[in-house]
């Protein structure tokens, strides 16, 4: 039986406007392993975030397939969660009425998902915070909170798009560290699209590197770092990221 979750299969999209058909990616095809963190990197623009929104079932691809668990993607699945650069959360809810919205959204708001969102609070230093406001979190709070309302439901990948570039730099440290430990500690599958390089490599079992547009794969890089118990910290720290890193930025090839 295989073990990879996630099987993209050649798949490219095109969009029409008014200036004629834009090629956004073609021919992309990679697999992830259950349990796995994969990232996206690839210059503004190439389509990364159209790719998860493929992978996700929200948009249907020019040509290719997406799998997931052995089932073609032709519509979105309760096996995918998505968290996006802002938090979206409510103001006028408590950080309580925001994590349970998907719940109540799928109308399975049963005794045992609210025991398990409460274990969650609880789990992951949310529960004395139960009853605020957003306004009333820190960013790194309104994120854990975010991805908390995101777990609720029990997906079994998340889809990470940009989830920390709205925060300053130090909180987003803070927060990358707080998240690969929810994320791992639960046990799920997380694809990630990130500009940040250094993120991307601190946090990820491979990293994923798309040409422009039209987006096709330049290299795969497996991230390999010999760290007792690994977090996105120490493997900022390690000897091999900065190799990991002048490696990735010359695939890129940013000229400004």
Known sequence: MSKNIVDVQHVGMKYQ???????A??????SVEKGSFVSLVGPSGCGKSTLLSI??????????????????VTKTSDKVGYMLQKDYLFDWRTIYQNVILGLEIRKILSPENKDFVFDLLKTYGLYDFKDKYPSQLSGGMRQRAALIR????????????EAFSALDYQTRLAVTEDIYSIIKSENKTAIMVTHDISESISMSDRVIVLTKRPAVIK???????????????KCREHPSFREYFNTIWKELDVHV
């Open 219 to 233: 290299c795969i890089h497996e991230i390999i770092f010999d760290c007792p118990k690994r977090t996105p910290l």
């Open 17 to 23: 406007s008014i200036n004629g058909e834009i090629n």
């Open 150 to 161: 995101t777990l609720a439901v029990k997906p079994e990948i998340l889809l990470l798009d």
């Open 25 to 30: 990616i073609k021919n992309i095809s990679f």
């Open 55 to 72: 992978i996700s079932g929200l948009l249907k691809p020019s040509s290719g397939k997406v799998f997931i668990e052995g089932e073609e």
